[in-house]
């Protein structure tokens, strides 16, 4: 890839933490034991990559949409969980409180941010997903307060954040677009409960399910303005599609480096598999599809830095391009490493269980394809 002197500089520096503690040994053991990767997500922080989200006027690294897909790439290249987590509790939070947030709570939560804090962002409902907007969770007014009552599904991080942006109905009648709020509700209030849900892959990174039983939450917690929840949401929900995209990018540049070795060393009739042209053609494949997703989705980040309105089409095309690509890869990996592939002795297996919510989560792929196809003029 073509970085510039500055995205070099990071791509070095998250290397040299990640190779120091995100060793295969480290990867199955989080995935074994389905934990939080706590210590390289402490590292990330303390060396001050928690900050590189927050603009530079909060005190933070200022990144743009075009490093973020860098440092992404990288982190997915060390592990998929690691740049899921990146994502998911600190850049989506950032975004969210540096766009909407009142002066304080800027001032609380970006420092707290920047130090490695987590922030949880829950949207879907046993009820709605793709259909987002139809969710349901009422939040009452009563005083200062809103009296919180319903419940999330497939909230990731719930279970290790100190705050949990929640979207709300604050009122009916309208279209469902309108009367949704956002509110930053603390995890450890009385009524709020939440259970994880065990999983195929991701194992390190918990999905959750948040439920809220007359849960009072100051109006002081409200992120944004009151029932214009829905706008204040869009703006990080395309950035999701666009990161989703390099975390696809980067996992897949693991996976063509793992089969290109193993492909080199095991032999079959005589030779190295690679040298096999129908092997051959498979990690010619990786290596085609690691470069266009890489373009696409460096194209999306350039549109969404300029402020292009087609930016949030072109990212769901490298959405939709980079995560399929990603995933076939990993059934042809497993394919490379044959038997070897099949067991948990090889991280190929962990890439094949772990790669599949790219393709669910942040829009699923039809979800996409509409966007595509409105971007398009089709009226569907
Ligand atoms: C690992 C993971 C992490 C997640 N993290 C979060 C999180 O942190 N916060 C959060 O709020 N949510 C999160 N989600 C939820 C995610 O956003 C939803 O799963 C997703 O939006 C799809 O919603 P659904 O699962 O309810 O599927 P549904 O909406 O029920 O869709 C089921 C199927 O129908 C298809 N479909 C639906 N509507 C249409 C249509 N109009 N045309 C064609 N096909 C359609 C879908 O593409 C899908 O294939 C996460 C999900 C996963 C798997």
Known sequence: ????????????????????????????????????????????????????????????????????????????????????????????????????????????????????????????????????????????????????????????????????????RTSTGGRKQEGITSLMIDPTLPGVDIRKLSKMGLKGLDLCEVFFDNVRVPASAVLGAVDTGWAGMLPGLANERLLLAALSVGALRDLLDRCLVHAQQRESFGKPIAGHQLIAEKLVEMRVAIEANHALTMQAAALVDAGDPDAVNVASMAKLSATRDYISATREAVQIFGGYGFTDEYPVSRHYRDCKYLEIGGGTSEIQKIVIARSMGIRL
Request: net charge negative; with cysteine; glycine share 8%.
């Open 1 to 168: 890839m073509t970085l510039t002197e500055d995205q070099q500089m990071m791509v070095d520096a998250i290397d040299q933490i990640c190779r120091s503690i995100v060793t295969d040994e480290y990867s199955a053991e989080i995935d074994r034991v389905a934990r939080y990767p706590v210590e390289v997500m402490d590292a990330l922080a303390a060396q001050g990559w928690a900050a590189l989200p927050v603009p530079e006027e909060a005190g933070g690294g200022g990144a743009s949409a075009q490093d973020l897909v860098v440092i992404h790439e990288t982190l997915a290249r060390h592990n998929l969980v690691v740049g899921q987590a990146y994502f998911s509790l600190w850049v989506l939070g950032a975004e969210a409180i540096e766009r909407l947030g009142t002066p304080e709570q800027k001032a609380e939560w970006l420092p707290r941010i920047m130090e490695g804090a987590n922030v949880a962002f829950a949207l879907t409902e046993p009820g709605s997903g793709s259909d987002a907007a139809a969710l349901r969770t009422a939040a009452i007014r009563d005083g200062d307060d809103f009296v919180v009552n319903g419940s999330k599904v497939f909230i990731t991080g719930a279970a290790v954040s100190e705050v949990i942006i929640t979207g709300v």
